[in-house]
């Protein structure tokens, strides 16, 4: 949900769905707001558009394609149970953050994290998931390093019009990632002031979410998403989060949705 990286995304998933057949696609498009820091990592947060674009049954009912912000996830195994897809994310540099020592960082350089989902779910259905997924990915824009995260979701009605759902998820790094959007060189630190900082490969983060959908009438829906981050190991330690930032973060976010 921050900028740029739309195009890539959108054309993603028209490429994506370009082989199925119109009448098929079950299209629902949302637009909303969302809070969150102004990097990973930081302790300003602002208020940002949101988002999201899903095609499901693409040419099978558990296929999909799905738009969030500048993210983009997919199913596209024609299986009950197993998943098989596309994921995408842009990672904006930090021009922009109202940090000004953070700002004068050369690094981290934008990345476009893309690569693959495995997963299993246990109750496949249009409103009830027990699902364990594993995604991992890796930066095409510049080769800064990959990321591998599991994640266990679940999924349920609450009621006739409510949908819950929670998310537990964490993610290892390579040193190629961290280095790029935790360490500090030498050269930066000389332009921003903070402490030279070597980041290496370990686990970056464990984040605890969810979301909860209210069914206004067969065509509306809202959304209602929340999320807490805790970084760890060297992400924590980074003087871009322990001296300028914090290593608890928040996001909130709601979406008005339209079902075709």
Partial sequence: MQRIGTPVVLA????????????????????????????????????????SLRADDLYHPDTYV?????????????????????????????DKVDDSRVEDLE?????????????????????EDAAFEVEATYDLLHGNGGLVTPRVRYKAPLGQSFVGEALVQTSYASEDYMS??????????RRSGL?????DDGLKDLTLGGQLSWIVTENWLVTGLAGYTRLLEDAEDSPIVADRGDQDQLYGGLLVNYRF
């Fill in 12 to 51: 993603t998933v028209l490429a994506l769905a370009s082989g199925a057949p119109a009448q098929a696609l079950d299209l629902t498009v949302g637009l909303g707001a969302a809070y969150a820091p102004d990097y990973e990592g930081s302790d300003d947060y602002t208020l940002l558009p949101a988002w």
């Fill in 66 to 94: 799905r738009v969030l912000g500048t993210s983009i996830s997919s199913n596209l195994l024609p299986d009950e149970n197993f998943r098989v897809g596309l994921v995408a994310r842009y990672l904006p540099d930090y």
């Fill in 107 to 127: 690094r981290p350089q934008e990345a476009l994290q893309t690569g693959v989902l495995l997963g299993y779910d246990a109750l496949p259905g249009p409103r």
């Fill in 180 to 189: 790029n959007r935790f360490g500090v060189s030498g050269r930066d630190a």
């Fill in 195 to 199: 402490e030279r900082f070597n980041a």
